[in-house]
């Protein structure tokens, strides 16, 4: 399918719109900082609130710029065009491997906690397409440190629902899995390409 496939325009255009960016220009005077927020139609949505320097826009925060660098190169930029060398830019700049970034709000910090397994999920997979393995080495070192003792993992933070261990765990995994990769070059898998399932 052509990137002029009228499906890949529009989903293009969808995800630019959710991005902080106006190629280096102030939107309305709101920060331009490369970051993305979820959509741009609903604020409830928008974990980390709108911005407070343009009510008309959101905040940039860390899962959704993840995501939205993700989904740019998926969509046709490069890894080195403006957009997708803004959105990693902001990640890069704002990672921390205790938390997911972004300018939260203080009434919004359970939002932020709330989103530490998808994140992780999200930002590591957006380092492999980067080459970044030093940021997920300790990205992988601050999951592991979360792990239970009965192997899984939990979120304090309930409300998107990761408390729940069949939740954060397959992502706590999966991150853990992308950093493997990336430090050692092995990708580990159950099955092969084939479907059948390999031996232990």
Do not use: I
């Not at 905040?59 to 997708?84: E, K, N, Q």
């Not at 890069?92 to 998808?118: H, I, L």
């Amino acid at each position: 399918m052509p990137w002029s496939d009228p499906a890949f325009v529009k989903a293009r255009r969808f995800v630019e719109r959710c991005q902080n960016w106006t190629g280096g220009a102030d939107f309305d005077g709101s920060v331009d900082d490369g970051g993305f927020f979820f959509t741009p139609t609903n604020a409830l949505q928008n974990k980390a609130g709108v911005a407070r320097e343009n009510p008309r826009r959101y905040r940039s925060y860390g899962s959704m710029t993840a995501d939205g660098f993700r989904a740019l190169f998926r969509l046709g930029h490069g890894l080195r065009s403006p957009r997708s060398t803004a959105a990693a830019t902001w990640l890069r700049e704002r990672f921390d491997p205790a938390r997911p970034a972004g300018g939260y709000p203080p009434e919004r910090e359970t939002q932020r906690r709330s989103v530490f397994y998808y994140w992780s999920w999200s930002v590591s997979h957006a380092f492999m397409h980067l080459g970044d393995v030093e940021r997920a080495r300790t990205l992988a070192e601050s999951v592991l440190r979360r792990q239970q003792k009965d192997g899984t993992w939990r979120n304090p933070a309930t409300d998107l629902r990761e408390d729940d261990p069949l939740v954060a765990t397959p992502l706590a995994m999966s991150t853990l899995a992308v950093a493997r990769f990336m430090v050692s070059g092995q990708w580990r898998t159950g099955f092969d390409a084939s479907g059948k399932e390999k031996a232990p």
